[in-house]
């Protein structure tokens, strides 16, 4: 089956450390994105990519990195800049650009800093 | 800035009652409009879309939406809804080319 698989599920990290969020997908799409989902205000970009070896800022990039390296990957990094990390983060790929608007979603990866 | 607004955060509604969710976006000369249904801990999936055409979409489980210019909205209704239904939907809207931009999303709650 074709999909976007994201791991881990749940991932529990402490104040001051990095961590690396995966998303692996085969459905063969050119451009994947990260999204950012809080309670009440919908899902905000964090970064985007249209191509292998080339990435964009979304709208709330700061404390964030990402790569990639390969077209079916695009992990997305939290880093101990980012100073409120708790949240659900979700990876999303499409055909083409973000212009026709039709998103496949991973079921996200619950991140809860302690 | 362009942005898309869902009035209402939850709607609770009994079973096999009628529902209306919200959705107002910005004014723009060229506009694509979706709305998209989270299931608890899982991702987006996209429910129905209007890129052009007939202003009334509709979807797979009886969902429909119809794109309104003049009142810039694109209210999303069901005659009938399921305990299957709850959900959180999501109204998003792409602006003349522009990346998605996702309302703050409303959770709709069927009870029994």
Do not use: T
């Given at each position: 089956d074709g999909g976007i698989t994201q791991s881990p599920k749940y991932l529990f990290r402490k104040e001051g450390q990095n961590v690396t969020l995966s998303c692996e997908q085969n459905l063969?799409?050119?451009?994947?994105?990260?999204?950012?989902?809080?309670?009440?205000?919908?899902?905000?970009?964090?970064?985007?990519?249209?191509?292998?070896?080339?990435?964009?800022?979304?709208?709330?990039a700061e404390g964030y990195?990402?790569?990639?390296?390969?077209k079916e990957s695009f992990p997305l990094t939290v880093t101990s800049a980012q100073k409120n990390p708790t949240a659900f983060y979700l990876c999303a790929s499409s055909i083409v650009g973000l212009d026709t608007g039709e998103l496949f979603f991973g079921e996200g990866s619950r991140l809860t800093v302690l | 800035a362009q942005s898309v607004t869902q009035l209402d955060s939850q709607v609770p509604v009994f079973e096999e009652a009628?529902?209306?969710?919200?959705?107002?976006?910005?004014?723009?000369?060229?506009?694509y409009l979706f709305w998209y249904v989270q299931y608890p801990n899982q991702g987006l999936q996209l429910l129905l879309k209007y890129l052009s055409g007939s202003t009334l979409v509709e979807s797979i489980n009886g969902f429909e939406a119809e794109f309104n210019k003049s009142q810039t909205s694109f209210h999303l209704r069901k005659p009938s809804v399921h305990i299957s239904d709850t959900a959180e939907y999501f109204c998003a809207a792409v602006f003349a080319g522009n990346m998605l931009t996702f309302g703050g999303g409303t959770r709709l709650m069927v009870k029994p």
């Open positions: 063969n799409h050119d451009a994947m994105y990260w999204y950012r989902q809080d309670p009440g205000q919908g899902l905000r970009l964090i970064y985007y990519s249209q191509i292998v070896n080339d990435f964009q800022k979304g709208d709330i990195s990402v790569s990639r390296e390969k | 009628p529902v209306e969710l919200r959705c107002n976006y910005s004014s723009s000369v060229s506009v």
